[in-house]
């Protein structure tokens, strides 16, 4: 019966390994229509009687503005260059703080481009230690299969922007009207501001604290160099 066990999970491992990996390895070509997370608040939607639809459209990274690409990395992930998936120094510093904080509501993440790129493509959003572990081992995954390049380009085009909109082509039309790659420092900033609460956030009308926010962004923003990218 040990035995038996044992080849089972042996068996299910390998095949995980196996198809995770392809998985990974098909988007360093093919760009996805689709994301679970799309699905899921279209869903969600439905179920609360409001159409939220799905707005977005895939944009290569030579027609997103320098500007975003800059502003997503001071806001959201400021080692994306240095780090293989997952910033331990960021991980541990949200650990402790979760500590001290226990039951307060103020919980820290401490997901990289990676990681969130990997939960909006493959995922589920929902806060486990399961999904926080495939979120870890699928970010790894793409730091091995993919470029630098392909990884912000992935992220741009799938992270969640407001209700119903995806991707930078589809934010920058919405909130200022103008294509992703015409978004200037300010309106970059202002979106990489609202990315760890977009449903509530609206770069569009900001609030004070959103503005603050984005002014401390592209601050740090001007100090990025994307020379690696080679994006113009």
């Not at 491992?13 to 098909?26: D, Y």
């Not at 977005?56 to 690409?69: E, F, I, N, Q």
Request: hydrophobic fraction near 55%; charged fraction near 20%.
């Amino acid at each position: 019966m040990a035995q038996r066990v044992i080849r089972w999970g042996a068996a299910i491992a390998v095949i995980f390994v196996v198809s995770s990996t392809l998985a990974v390895l098909a988007v360093r070509w093919i760009d996805p229509p689709v994301t679970p997370l799309m699905l899921a608040e279209l869903f969600r939607g439905v179920l609360h009687g409001r159409w939220v639809g799905i707005d977005h459209h895939w944009v290569p990274l030579d027609r997103v503005s320098p500007a975003l690409v800059r502003a997503a990395i001071a806001g959201e992930d400021a080692h994306f260059f240095t780090h293989w998936g997952v910033d331990v120094p960021a991980l541990r510093k949200a650990q402790a703080w979760n500590r001290r904080h226990a039951g307060e509501g103020r919980l820290r993440g401490a997901s990289t481009i990676t990681m969130q790129c990997a939960r909006n493509v493959y995922l589920w959003q929902s806060r486990t230690y399961v999904r926080k572990a495939l979120e870890i081992w699928f970010a790894a995954l793409m730091e091995v299969l993919w470029s630098k390049r392909r990884i912000l380009e992935v992220y741009l085009n799938v992270i969640e922007w407001g209700p119903g909109i995806y991707g930078a082509q589809a934010a920058a039309d919405r909130y200022f009207h103008v294509a992703a790659e015409r978004l200037n420092a300010r309106q970059a900033a202002l979106l990489a501001a609202a990315l760890p609460d977009p449903l509530a956030r609206n770069p569009g009308a900001p609030t004070r604290a959103l503005d603050a926010r984005a002014s401390r962004i592209a601050r740090r923003a001007a100090m990025v160099r994307l020379g690696a990218l080679a994006v113009r």
